[in-house]
């Protein structure tokens, strides 16, 4: 069973910066990729960043690039988003998930292709 836990939100000014932590178990990181996905109120869940399962291959929100970093540590089985600059509109739940097929290095990172999730961790930015 997998098992993912979310943590490092938080209230942060316009302009700070944030680093959400996900630790897995039950499935190890050196063989699936991680996502991070965020949800405002009253909108879809959005795609935000991924990490392929050999760490080679990183995709990004267009909202995101050049603020938001994906990373993992192999060793301690976790994933991590560093978020910098932040803007109010970053509000949201963040969600990590794992994907669904092991060893994928495909151009597909929506929702459908990760199938565990984390409970989420609140972030909010102040103006």
């Known amino acids: 069973q997998v098992q993912l836990v979310e943590s490092g939100g938080g209230l942060v000014q316009a302009g700070g910066s944030l680093r959400l932590s996900c630790a897995a178990s039950?499935?190890?990181?050196?063989?699936?990729?991680m996502g991070w996905f965020r949800q405002a109120p009253g909108k879809e869940r959005e795609f935000v960043a991924r990490i392929s399962w050999s760490g080679a291959i990183l995709n990004y929100a267009d909202s995101v690039k050049g603020r938001f970093t994906i990373s993992r540590d192999i060793a301690k089985n976790t994933v991590y988003l560093q978020m910098n600059n932040l803007k109010p509109e970053d509000t949201a739940v963040y969600f990590c998930a794992a994907a669904r097929r092991p060893y994928y290095t495909g151009s597909s990172y929506g929702p459908a292709d990760f199938d565990s999730w984390g409970q989420g961790t609140q972030v909010t930015v102040s103006s």
């Open positions: 039950g499935r190890t990181l050196s063989a699936y990729g």
